[in-house]
């Protein structure tokens, strides 16, 4: 653990145990806000000033659209938790390539947007207004957070024909105790920060477990589904892809697991990258044709 993160944690622990709420709305501050911005890397920057812009709002805060090709077979782009849509440079060209179009965007709080922090709502209803305007998909394509946000919005109505889930959160809750446990929060602030959570970032949402699980309710996706993970990631550990093998098994969901890559490098791995590609530019199996009997 870094030095700064390791002070915050006794910081916190240690004034706990004196009174919750104060280091609990500080647990929750540090949850609910991204703490850097990234920047467009130098490989990534040609792509990135080559596409087209856009500006969506969501609660008030101004979101910046990125959009290549000729709008033919969209293929959204979602990126995870202090990341932004440049990440994909690597997938563009292959998709351009393959006649899709891309589309991406820098969610609240991240990137080129603006505001400081954001919430699997606010995915959602980005990705629902992009489905509106450039949809239907033919693939979503998202990493880390972004995946269980993708999740989310394809079980609730979004179209996509394919989804690919790299290094991806398949449960909610690991949000919480993943964060808890990075910062070595003791059990007292884990509750108190979900409790924090449950009440100020989603007041009035019901079942916010099961709904935010991208395994609760498997029936509802139906699309093909490319995950691709890594034994080391430690960040989201193996577990999350073999929770999301486990509800859709196979031939719905086909799991690639890489070695040495970790949670970041996997996304842009040259290897993973060509394996994607190849996964989109598959025929889409044929849908089920109804009975004579059945009408």
Known sequence: MAPTAALVRI?????????????????????????RRSRVRGSERELHELAATEELTVNGKRVRVYRWGDGRRPVLLVHGW????????????GLLDLGMSPIGFDAPGHGDSAGRTTTILEYRELIGRLAERHGPF???LAHSFGVCCAFLALAE??????LVAVAGVAEFGFLVEGFAAALGLNDRLEKDLARRIDRLLFPGVESIRQRFDATHRPELVTAPILVVHDEQDDVVPLRQARLLHRAYGEPQLRLITTRGLGHRRVLTEPTVVDNVLAFLAEPLPAAPRASAAGG
Do not use: C, K
């Open 138 to 140: 033919e693939a979503v």
């Open 11 to 35: 910081a916190l622990n240690a004034t706990s145990y004196l009174a919750t709420a104060p280091p609990g709305r500080v647990a929750f501050e540090l949850f609910r806000h991204p703490i």
């Open 82 to 93: 202090q990341s932004r849509a440049s990440r994909f440079a690597p997938y563009v060209r």
């Open 157 to 162: 109505g979004v179209p996509a024909g394919r």
